[in-house]
């Protein structure tokens, strides 16, 4: 039973470009959340999904980010027009049905680094 | 306002020291996270808490509702034990709230 899976492990993008991060939870979960940690910082929420649907995106940066879990396939967390602040660790995480909130524990993936240069 | 606080930010210590950390919230917290973090890598989940005590191997964490307050202690400690340890806090809004982590060095 593969954990959550997040790939890129590391990547670079110039000013201006964009980055799509992917995640994929573990088999059976169906609640994705994504965090941010910036270097030398904690970790902070930026958003809850479910299948098709974005549950609470309040701790998302209003432009430039969005993210979707579709019906197949991996959670998607895209940066349009990345900028050096958007260098971070992006993690993301999975809880079964009913979420964490439920009393599910929560598992991690190994995160995506990003860089921008 | 949903809240954690971690002490210490940093701490050294002796191979086979007992260690403990300690993690303080606000009100409303429906569980509470003990994370462990390697240097770029990712997280691991140690314990999930919403009362009393649990223990897994060396690692104990303790919960303490009236007070607010959940300990992780981890006995005999070793160099590998040298990691970030993160408390969460779960307010029942489905976004965990992270302290700033504990740096630990456990030195041969």
């Known amino acids: 039973n593969a954990g959550v899976m997040q790939n890129p492990r590391h990547l670079v993008r110039r000013r201006g470009q964009e980055a799509r991060l992917r995640c994929s939870p573990m088999?059976?979960?169906?609640?994705v959340y994504w965090y941010r940690q910036l270097p030398e910082e904690g970790l902070k929420f930026m958003v809850y999904?479910?299948?098709?649907?974005?549950?609470?995106e309040s701790g998302m940066p209003k432009e430039r980010f969005s993210a979707e879990f579709p019906k197949e396939g991996p959670s998607i967390l895209r940066i349009q027009q990345v900028v050096r602040g958007d260098s971070a660790a992006y993690f993301c995480?999975?809880?079964?049905?009913?979420?964490?909130?439920?009393?599910?524990?929560?598992?991690f993936g190994e995160g995506s680094w990003l860089t921008v240069v | 306002k949903n809240e954690v606080e971690q002490s210490p930010q940093n701490l050294t210590a002796q191979e086979g020291e007992f260690i403990t950390i300690n993690c303080s919230y606000s009100?409303?917290?429906?569980?509470l996270h003990w994370l462990q973090q390697h240097p770029g890598g990712g997280i691991v989940s140690l314990f999930m808490?919403?009362?009393g005590k649990k223990k897994h191997g060396r690692l104990i964490a303790t919960i303490n509702i009236q007070e607010k307050h959940s300990s992780l202690h981890i006995t005999a400690s070793h160099p590998r034990d040298s990691a970030v340890y993160i408390c969460?806090?779960?307010?029942?809004?489905?976004?965990?709230?992270f302290g700033t982590g504990t740096r630990l060095t456990i030195i041969p």
């Open positions: 088999k059976g979960h169906s609640h």
């Open positions: 009100v409303g917290i429906s569980a």
């Open positions: 969460a806090g779960d307010f029942g809004n489905e976004k965990l709230t």
């Open positions: 808490l919403s009362s």
């Open positions: 995480a999975s809880s079964p049905s009913l979420g964490q909130s439920s009393g599910n524990t929560i598992y």
């Open positions: 999904l479910q299948k098709e649907n974005i549950i609470d």
